[in-house]
């Protein structure tokens, strides 16, 4: 995917002046050496200048790390550490931060060179809110060189999300369609947290559209859709109009992101859509997800944005689904029970029209929109992709700024059970522990819209990790059973 960063974490090691420098020293590069040797090396960059107490060996570590293209850094507490200098660094790099410290390593370290680097987290933590600076700071910032190294490497995918959010613009197409207020897009909150967005006419697209009527590079786009349908090519007929609205939208997203290096595109999909295109968008939103450029429905910014999250913490594709329909009581006794460990309640069917990418679906195939089509011309509703979503891990979530400017977010893991849908459109069954709670005390009770972003697999500590760093005021997930939420009526059956 060339829509996502890499991030590269400069580590650099920091002491104080009254606990032995070689100390911190030994330990970074104890801790570089099982990194390596666990990971991809270039994945961190290890700086030979250790801070000892100096804001100008701060000033030297910063230079070095930048001019050896780190855009994340980890701040490593080798023994106590200057919490002024150390902090003072995290300031000024511009990009995701986050530190961790060195555990004693023996009982004759405890003698002579104990580091007391478990204190100098507090001091380093209390500094760091003195000076408004955000950090990621582990659950257990505290270990050996092993342990160190799976902290940087937990933090990867947290930076590369910082990163890419930072240099991203989304790309809308339209206001929403009438009576979807729920997906209401107060676009501060998009500004905090470094977001651009550019918000265009739907006029604006059908005008770049028919531009590209008769463009030479259609055929080759074409003959790429066939081979990716395969056998689900059953309405060979709008492909081409497909290919030119795809060859549209790539070359408006080179034309318009202009200082930013990613981009992530809310759509407009009907309701007039379909009628003046003559098909929907689904396939080719399908497509662009799935090289990494989300394509959100309905012009959902925070659904876009969400998308492009997930696809930055997981570096797959990811699709984004209405939390739709119930799982039918007889389809629940056939299908489910006793066969997985889930209740009625922990179900649900996630469905769109046909926007989840081909390498995501059983068996995809090319169809109409069957909703549309119930009161339009079924030609003209031509171009979805559909298919029961393949069975695996998910992480469902979504970062939403509500109606009065809050930034809340929610994330739950689960799983898309074997189980056929029997329905139509991009679908699965999806199961979550305790969903029936978390989508009254969770998702109701936030005000969150019925779209909801999802990840193929297990994300979820990384996934918080984010929202926390972005600064969410609210991070809703499903509570076991016997943890109530703060409106559970305690009573209730």
């Not at 700071?137 to 902290?151: H, N, T």
């Not at 006793?338 to 989840?356: A, E, I, Q, V």
């Not at 119930?374 to 939403?400: A, C, K, W």
Request: negative net charge.
């Amino acid at each position: 995917m060339n829509n996502i960063p890499h991030a590269k974490v400069g580590i650099v090691a920091v002491s104080r002046d009254c606990f032995p420098l070689e100390l911190s020293i030994k330990r970074r590069k104890a801790l570089a050496e099982a990194y390596r040797r666990k990971y991809d090396e270039n994945d961190i960059y290890e700086c030979p200048i250790c801070i000892f107490e100096s804001e100008i060996d701060m000033v030297n570590s910063l230079k070095d790390i930048k001019e050896h293209g780190c855009n994340a850094l980890c701040v490593y507490l080798g023994n106590f550490g200057p919490e002024i200098s150390e902090t003072l660094l995290a300031k000024h790099f511009d990009g995701p931060v986050m530190f961790c410290a060195a555990e004693e390593e023996n009982v004759g370290v405890l003698s002579s060179d104990r580091g007391d680097a478990y204190c100098g987290m507090l001091n380093a933590s209390y500094n760091l809110k003195l000076r408004n600076v955000k950090a990621y700071i582990p659950e257990s910032p505290v270990g050996d060189a092993e342990d160190c190294a799976d902290m940087i490497h937990d933090f990867l995918p947290i930076a590369r999300t910082i990163i890419g959010l930072s240099k991203l613009k989304i790309i809308s197409f339209g206001p929403r369609p009438q009576n979807f207020l729920a997906c209401n897009a107060p676009i501060k909150q998009l500004y905090n947290i470094d977001v651009e967005i550019e918000e265009n006419s739907e006029l604006d697209l059908y005008e770049a559209y028919l531009k590209h009527e008769g463009d030479p590079r259609i055929p080759e786009v074409v003959e790429d859709m066939k081979k990716e349908l395969g056998e689900g090519n059953k309405i060979p007929a709008v492909l081409p109009k497909l290919a030119q609205y795809e060859l549209a939208l790539l070359d408006w997203i080179e034309k318009h992101k202009g200082y930013r290096e990613y981009v992530a595109i809310a759509g407009k999909c009907w309701p007039a859509f379909q009628t003046m295109f003559g098909f929907v968008p689904c396939y080719v939103n399908s497509r662009l997800t799935g090289r990494g450029i989300p394509v959100s429905c309905e012009v959902d910014i925070y659904g876009a944005l969400s998308e492009f999250i997930g696809t930055c913490v997981s570096e797959e594709p990811v699709t984004l689904l209405d939390i739709n329909n119930t799982v039918p009581k007889e389809m629940y006794k056939a299908s489910i029970e006793g066969k997985f460990d889930y209740s009625l309640r922990d179900t649900f069917m996630g469905f769109h029209c046909g926007n989840t990418c081909s390498k995501l679906i059983c068996h995809p195939e090319m169809k109409y929109q069957k909703i549309m089509a119930r009161s339009l011309p079924r030609e003209v509703t031509n171009g979805t992709l559909e298919g029961d979503i393949n069975p695996g891990d998910i992480t469902f979530y979504r970062l939403q700024s509500t109606a009065d400017n809050h930034l809340y977010a929610y994330v739950a893991e689960g799983e898309i059970l074997p189980v056929a849908t029997h329905s139509f459109g991009s679908i699965a069954v999806f199961a979550i522990k305790e969903m029936g709670r978390f989508y009254r005390h969770v998702l109701i009770e936030n005000g969150f819209p019925h779209h909801g972003a999802v990840a193929f697999g297990h994300y979820g500590k990384a996934m918080f990790e984010v929202f926390k760093y972005l600064g969410a005021e609210k991070i809703g997930y499903n509570q076991p059973s016997g943890v109530p939420y703060p409106s559970e009526n305690p009573y209730a059956k």
